[in-house]
């Protein structure tokens, strides 16, 4: 399920108002994009890894903060999620809360242009981040070459960032990050058929860090 086509930047603001207050009304942190099994995938990936529980880890475009909810469920105690939205971060923060995860950190932050203190994380994680800023319609493509700068300077060398993306097939992403990245593996994603012929509505990559 793509949690998005075109959301001009404004209106993530005012979507995540509303789910501010729907979590105030009845505590439902609100949607989980690309589903339950896209947060699976990835912890399954870091477990199948044996990265240690201790590793640096940022959410890019965190929302709701439920994927780093998950991984501190699973574990995961060193754990960071920003996102430009004063609202999501409020969200998460909430959701924090009401999880008592009183070891994940939370920041307003736009990720293309970070603050010195994002910096030396082991792993990076993008679901749907990265497919929000190429709809941008205001220079997408400086605003994804800036990304993947931004993905640089925050990521260790050799570390690993694991993009979900429902915009982008395999190729594309190989190509935006080709600079500075290499493919690790692709990881399984629900096919569809349509007529007769099968493909993946939804990409997740592994990248490592050169």
Do not use: H
């Not at 339950?36 to 399954?44: A, F, G, N």
């Not at 994680?125 to 640089?152: E, H, M, W």
């Not at 993009?163 to 493919?183: A, D, H, P, V, Y």
């Amino acid at each position: 399920s793509c949690p998005f086509s075109t959301t001009p930047d404004s209106s993530w603001d005012a979507a995540y108002e509303r789910e501010l207050q729907t979590f105030q009304d009845i505590g439902d942190a609100g949607e989980i994009w690309f589903g339950e099994e896209s947060m699976v995938r990835i912890i399954r990936w870091l477990e199948k890894q044996k990265i240690p529980l201790d590793s640096s880890v940022l959410d890019i475009g965190t929302g709701n903060g439920v994927l780093l909810m998950e991984l501190a469920k699973s574990g995961y105690m060193n754990l960071t999620g920003i996102d430009y939205s004063p609202s999501a971060i409020q969200l998460s923060e909430k959701v924090r809360e009401k999880e008592g995860m009183s070891n994940i950190k939370l920041k307003v932050e736009d990720f293309l242009a970070p603050s010195a203190e994002l910096s030396e994380f082991e792993i990076c994680i993008d679901k749907g981040t990265f497919d929000a800023i190429s709809l941008n319609p205001d220079n997408a493509v400086g605003k994804r070459k800036q990304y993947v700068r931004s993905l640089c300077s925050v990521l260790k060398p050799e570390g690993f960032f694991l993009i979900t993306s429902c915009n982008w097939t395999k190729e594309e992403l190989l190509n935006e990050f080709r600079e500075g990245f290499e493919i690790l593996e692709e990881l399984p994603t629900p096919k569809f058929c349509f007529g007769g012929r099968i493909g993946n509505s939804v990409t997740a990559l592994v990248f490592q860090r050169k």
